[in-house]
Each structure stands twice: as structure tokens, then as C-alpha cells.
């Protein structure tokens, strides 16, 4: 069966999704992140998550080449964050409000409403992408709130009222 590869994004598009910006940092070379929208959690016991990468990526060399990384979940606020780590070539954390994570060793955004230290399970070739499953050594969340959501293709929030 063949398909219209944009028809199909569409339709996916359909799904709303949170947006997280993956962390990392190979020895000796500045941080990076880069933003997804394809974070998902795997098990509960062993506490596992995944996220896909483009093999097109500029990226894909130095997640393949790690041995950790971090999950940060954005808050509605993010857009901007989000829009400049999702561009091809600008991964630089420079500039951004940034912790190392006392587990892994990777760099956490600030004041992302959760965090989810991780050290690489697998990686799984899965056609045009590269699925990354990661052991969740640590996590935290903020009570307070609300996520970047993303929604046919534009940045959504939560309705008003809604906690």
C-alpha cells in the first residue's frame, strides 16, 4: 500500500502531543538539546521512556554516542525554547537557566515542569527513525503548571480552568 507522506503526517498531526526537549552533553563539548514531540512512557517497573530521533538529524551522532540523557518536559511558556531547539543546526543550550542532573550527568532545563534522568536502555532502528529507550534513574515534577501542547502542526495550551 503507498501512501501521501504529507496526508499521513496529518493525520498524525491529529494526535495532540506534549512537547519535551531531549538534553545531553558528550565530554568535552557544550551541552545540546533538541525538541520532540514523540516522548512516551514504556514501564512502569523497570521505569523505562522512549523518544524517536530523524536519522536525518544533525543530532543523531551524538545520541547514538551517549550514554545518557534527560527529558524535560516544557511548560506552556516554552515556545520560544521549543521553536529554537526544534531548527536544524541550533541544539546550543547556551543561554537557557540549566542544572546538571546528579544522576546521569546531563543537563536539565531549569524550570521545565518535569525532568526524567536517563541512562540508554536500547536503541531501536524503526524505519526513517531511531527509537532511544531510556532507564529512568530519577525524575521530578512541579505541582504547578501547564504543558506546551502541539496540535496539527502549532503550539497549543490548555483551555482556561483547566489545572
Not at 546550543?92 to 543537563?107: M, Q, Y
Request: hydrophobic content about 35%; proline content about 5%; glycine content about 10%.
Amino acid at each position: 500500500m503507498t501512501h501521501d507522506p504529507r496526508k499521513f503526517r496529518n493525520a498524525l498531526g491529529c494526535f495532540t502531543t506534549g512537547v519535551a526537549v531531549i538534553t545531553t552533553q558528550m565530554e568535552g563539548r557544550p551541552p545540546i538539546g533538541i525538541t520532540v514531540n514523540s516522548f512516551a512512557s514504556v514501564s512502569l517497573d523497570p521505569p523505562l521512556v522512549l523518544w524517536s530521533l530523524d536519522k536525518k538529524s544533525d543530532t543523531l551522532s551524538t545520541f547514538k554516542s551517549v550514554n545518557g540523557f534527560t527529558v524535560n518536559v516544557l511548560r506552556e511558556d516554552h515556545r520560544d525554547i521549543s521553536s529554537r531547539l526544534a531548527r536544524q543546526g541550533d541544539h546550543s543550550l547556551e543561554g537557557l537557566a540549566l542544572r546538571v542532573g546528579a544522576f546521569n550527568g546531563c543537563p536539565a532545563l531549569e524550570d521545565a515542569l518535569a525532568h526524567f534522568e536517563c541512562s540508554v536502555e536500547t536503541r531501536h532502528e524503526a524505519g526513517d527513525h531511531i527509537i532511544m529507550i531510556g532507564r529512568v534513574l530519577h525524575f521530578e515534577y512541579s505541582e504547578d503548571g501547564k504543558p506546551l501542547l502541539y496540535h496539527r502542526g502549532g503550539y497549543q495550551g490548555l483551555a482556561e480552568g483547566t489545572p
